[in-house]
T-cell receptor, first 112, second 113 residues
């Protein structure tokens, strides 16, 4: 079936550190891949997406590249800020489907 | 443009009571999705609705759970005779078209005592 596995947290980093959150997927069709972010007390917000192999999604300094050969969509940021503290969810949607499949979420805390 | 609204944000019910969760989609969105997040798990799809129609309920438990999206008013997720295992965060999302990017609400946290 379709599923997403992402790196377990929590992750704690110092400000300006490099961030990687791993995400791998299993899909029966042709998926689009997403990273969502959830700030405390808020709903999930789309952070970035990629719709086909080798696409790179980017937003607010975050990047992720759709790697079909390794079935991965790892999230990276070169220099994290305190304001990046949140829970990050990797997700996929089969392009003919209605629903998203989410990972379990990775909690990130950035300390000054 | 207001985002997806959900209420209540927190709901406490005793075992055996009914829980009603409401979701108002973004303006202009006619597609609504409900997801459930159990503790330590990711969001799991429950049901997809358009106005007055259930399109896909493959993720809904077969008993006690129902959903509607009437012509007027919010979408309602109803859980009858709640049990402790129903304690979770329930998220609603909406989109103008499907398949499309989904916009999520802040969730309703249901606690069954």
């Amino acid at each position: 079936g379709d599923s997403v596995t992402q790196m377990e947290g929590p992750v704690t980093l110092s400000e300006e550190a490099f961030l990687t959150i791993n995400c791998t997927y299993t899909a029966t069709g042709y998926p689009s891949l997403f990273w969502y972010v959830q700030y405390p007390g808020e709903g999930l917000q789309l952070l970035l997406k990629a719709t086909k192999a080798d696409d790179k999604g980017s937003n607010k300094g975050f990047e992720a590249t759709y790697r079909k050969e390794t079935t991965s969509f790892h999230l990276e940021k070169g220099s994290v800020q305190v304001s990046d503290s949140a829970v990050y969810f990797c997700a996929l949607r089969i392009n003919t489907g209605n629903q998203f499949y989410f990972g379990t979420g990775t909690s990130l805390t950035v300390i000054p | 443009n207001a985002g997806v609204m959900q209420n209540p944000r927190h709901l406490v019910r005793r075992r055996g009571q009914e829980a009603r969760l409401r979701c108002s989609p973004m303006k202009g969105h006619s597609h609504v999705y409900w997801y459930r997040q159990l503790p330590e798990e990711g969001l799991k799809f429950m049901v997809y609705l358009q106005k007055e129609n259930i399109i896909d309920e493959s993720g809904m438990p077969k008993e006690r759970f129902s959903a509607e999206f009437p012509k007027e008013g919010p979408s309602i997720l109803r859980i009858q005779q709640v049990v402790r295992g129903d304690s979770a965060a329930y998220f609603c999302a909406s989109s103008p078209l499907s398949p499309y990017e989904q916009y999520f609400g802040p969730g309703t946290r249901l606690t069954v005592t």
